[in-house]
Structure formats: structure tokens, C-alpha cells
């Protein structure tokens, strides 16, 4: 785990990098400075409440600000970054506590009372300006995509500083992962384990890098599960979660799943486990997230086949798209201040995609893995009704064992998903370490 003194060591380095990285962008797209907005609040429809904040990520990458709307950061080559840090006089709400010395340090602070304040500060020049806040729409030049995508190939290798940062929240994922297991196991509902997974991490729902899935039984088979059920089911043989937490806006992304019967949807959990992990090791420097994308199906067409689900071999099921059925997303994502982190499909600063492979149109990474970048890892396998009747429906519907997919169905399927640093040897498995730990 990385102690806060470990991360401000290490953001001195990081402000740094920006920095270069930032002027090299500027440069090659002919612009002067930039204006970082962190964002506005927005407020309901014909209401007067503000929905939970989220910070522009290209802020929270210069600063460890997640709650602080109406900042703005001007930056301008050769020259020390300087923060607009609204800090207004506000009997209605609580304003943000003074700048902490060991981030800002590093900017020449300027306290904002109102909103706008800023734009005294803007340099005479091209100036580029980022983020979606409204007062943002009148200005030129407004999240010029050849910055942009020159920001997001940057922002694929993380800093020493980004990586002390997920770690931690790999840390505090697990610790709440683990509450979570032990709520499941007492049989309690799908909205009590949520709420045991929020007190392990003593946050609330904002506080989430995304909306946690907590999934019973054959919920875990919506990839995307939401409800959260209040009653307690009459039997809790399976759980899929998939929750994280978040350091300094830097997220984890961690999926488990579990069963409290012996038999053959825990042997399934168990193949699983050790397809996952193999997939972990191999994410290296030079790997094509591609190629391990498809690796991916054929080896979860094998755990199938193995376990008499399907009639034919492995290589008939990719082929002929049945491993799709059981298994419809992509096998991971890039990972840092976004869930879904950015610079994934992108092969330079043009902007150009690079393509998925042919029938995987939900994969997030199609690049060739590089030292510094976090991804994600999260094969599975699922009992969907609609993708199986759809089959059913079809010519080759005997390429089935349906009275094994129907015993199957009420476990509803298994995810397991890990953080992953790919570095210059072995990989970093930040959430196998982060679970031994706690």
C-alpha cells in the first residue's frame, strides 16, 4: 500500500512530467497556453440541487482536487502553472479547506471568490481551452482534438506518482470487497451488501469511481446490473460484484464472483480463476490486447467445452461465434483517473482508430501494451436468456447441452477482474496484491 507521504514524494515528479509533456503538445498544435476548467455543477431540471461533481480529468491529472467545481489552471509554458482555486464566501454550502502544501506548492495560487475570476488570468496568445464547464462555449478553440489526443497517448503510461495513487485504491477496494463477500455469505440482500461495501470504504455512492454492480443469483447475469435489491432472496447461491474505490481520483476496477454451493457452477468460478490469472501474467510490453482479447475466447471456449456446456470443441466455437454467446464484452480497458480511461482505440495524434477484430465491436483496447500503461483484465462468463434464445432460434442449436445451461441459468454467471501494471519484466497484479494485504 502507498503511504500518503510515498504519494506526495513522488507528485513533485509528476507535476514535472506534465509539465514537458504538456508544452511538447502545445507546441506541435501551435498553441500559446491552456486553460484547464475543472467544471460547473449542474443542477436538476426545474430544481435547485446540483447533481454529484465530477472534475474534468485533464484537471484532476495536474491536481488532487475531486470536489472543487468553478477551479480553473492556466498553463503556460516556461512559466509556473497557476491555479484559479474557487474558494467562495458561502453560508450555503461548505467551501474548500485552504490549498495543503505538499500539491500546492507546486502553482502560484490565486483564490477565486466568484466564478470567472479566471479569465484576468488568461495569457495574450492562442490559448487552448479544455473541459465542458458552460462559460467555456464562447471561447475558440475549445478541446482541439489533436491536443487532446496528444494529452490521452500521454496520459496511457502512468507517473510513479498515478501508480501510488491506484494502488492505494486497489487497497481500499479489496478491503471493501472482502465486507462485501462476508455480507453475501450471511445472506443478506443485494442493497445490505452495498451498504456493507460503502461503510468498509466510509463513503457513499458519490464517492464511487462508478455505480457499483452488486448482482444475486441470476442478477449476475446483467452485465450491468443496477436494481439492488431491498428483500433478502429466499436463497443466495451466487454473488457478482463489481465495485471499486478511488485515491485522488484514480480509480480500481475490481470484480469477484461467488458461490455458497458445491457442485459445478464452483468448479466454473474455478476454471475461471485460473484462466483470468494467466491472462494477468502475460500482459506485457509488445503484447497486442488484441491478440489476448481473442486468446481470451478461445481459452473460455475451452473451460465450456471442458465442463460438457457445449457439444462441440473450442476452435468450432469461436468460429462460429457460440463463445460470444457466453462471453459478449471485451476483455479489459485502459484504467487511471476514468474507469473507462482514455487513449485506448487510438493509434497517434491524428486521432486514427485502431480497428477491433472482426464480431468484437464492445472492445475498449485494441493497442499494443507499453511499460507504464493500467489495465484492466475481466473475462466471463455468463447464462444471458436473451443471447441463448437467439441461439436456440438458429440451426445449430445442438452445439448446446441445454440441460446443462438450464441447471446453470440460476447462478446467472461469473466475472473476475483484476488491475493490471504493465511494466518492462513481470506484471503487476495491483488487486492479487491488494487482497493479500487485506
Not at 52 to 81: Q, Y
Not at 110 to 119: A, C, K, L, N, T
Not at 300 to 305: E, K, Q, R, S
Not at 322 to 344: A, I, K, M, N, R
Amino acid at each position: 500500500m502507498a503511504s500518503m507521504e510515498q504519494i506526495s514524494r513522488h507528485y513533485a515528479d509528476h507535476v514535472a512530467r506534465l509539465q514537458a509533456t504538456w508544452e511538447a503538445a502545445l507546441a506541435a498544435e501551435q498553441f500559446d497556453s491552456a486553460v484547464v476548467h475543472a467544471g460547473s455543477p449542474i443542477v436538476s431540471f426545474l430544481d435547485d440541487y446540483h447533481y454529484a461533481f465530477r472534475p474534468n480529468p485533464h484537471f484532476l491529472a495536474w491536481l488532487p482536487l475531486t470536489h472543487h467545481e468553478e477551479s480553473v489552471l492556466i498553463f503556460r509554458p516556461g512559466h509556473k502553472p497557476v491555479l484559479y482555486f474557487y474558494q467562495p464566501d458561502d453560508f450555503w454550502h461548505l467551501p474548500p479547506a485552504d490549498p495543503e502544501p505538499w500539491w500546492a506548492d507546486h502553482f502560484e495560487i490565486r483564490v477565486e471568490r466568484e466564478p470567472g475570476e479566471w479569465h484576468q488570468g488568461v495569457p495574450v496568445g492562442r490559448e487552448a481551452y479544455i473541459g465542458d464547464a458552460p462559460e467555456l462555449g464562447a471561447e475558440d478553440d475549445v478541446n482541439p482534438p489533436g491536443l487532446l489526443h496528444r494529452l490521452h497517448l500521454a496520459r496511457t503510461r502512468k507517473t510513479d506518482y498515478e501508480l501510488d495513487c491506484l494502488r492505494q485504491a486497489s487497497v481500499t477496494g479489496a478491503h471493501c470487497h472482502l465486507a462485501a463477500e462476508a455480507a453475501f455469505r450471511e445472506g443478506r440482500s443485494e442493497y445490505e451488501i452495498h451498504q456493507a461495501y460503502l461503510a468498509a470504504g466510509q463513503f457513499d455512492d458519490a464517492g464511487l469511481p462508478y455505480p457499483s454492480i452488486v448482482a444475486l443469483n441470476r442478477h449476475g447475469a446483467v452485465l450491468h446490473y443496477q436494481q439492488r435489491d431491498r428483500a433478502r432472496p429466499a436463497r443466495s447461491d451466487a454473488f457478482l460484484i463489481d465495485a471499486g474505490a478511488s485515491c485522488h481520483g484514480y480509480c480500481s476496477d475490481i470484480t469477484r464472483t461467488y458461490t455458497t454451493k458445491e457442485g459445478e457452477f464452483a468448479a466454473l468460478i474455478g476454471s475461471m480463476d485460473t484462466l483470468q490469472r494467466g491472462l494477468c501474467n502475460d500482459m506485457k510490453a509488445g503484447v497486442d490486447y488484441r491478440e489476448m482479447h481473442l486468446r481470451a475466447h478461445a481459452e473460455i471456449a475451452g473451460v465450456l467445452a471442458d465442463h460438457g456446456i457445449i457439444t462441440c470443441d473450442a476452435s468450432d466455437a469461436v468460429e462460429s461465434g457460440l463463445s460470444g454467446v457466453f462471453y459478449p464484452h471485451g476483455l479489459g480497458h485502459y484504467l487511471g483517473l476514468q474507469t473507462h480511461d482514455v487513449g485506448g482505440l487510438i493509434a497517434d495524434a491524428t486521432g486514427r482508430e485502431i480497428p477491433r477484430p472482426d464480431g468484437h465491436p464492445f472492445l475498449r483496447l485494441t493497442r499494443t501494451l507499453e511499460s507504464g500503461n493500467v489495465l484492466t483484465v475481466e473475462p466471463g462468463l455468463y447464462f444471458i436468456d436473451s443471447l441463448l434464445e437467439r441461439w436456440r432460434a438458429g440451426r445449430r442449436r445442438d452445439m448446446i447441452d441445454w440441460e446443462r445451461v438450464e441447471a446453470l441459468k440460476p447462478f446467472g454467471g461469473i466475472r473476475i477482474e483484476d488491475d493490471v501494471v504493465v511494466t518492462d519484466g513481470e506484471p503487476e497484479n495491483m488487486t492479487r496484491n491488494a487482497f493479500e494485504d487485506a
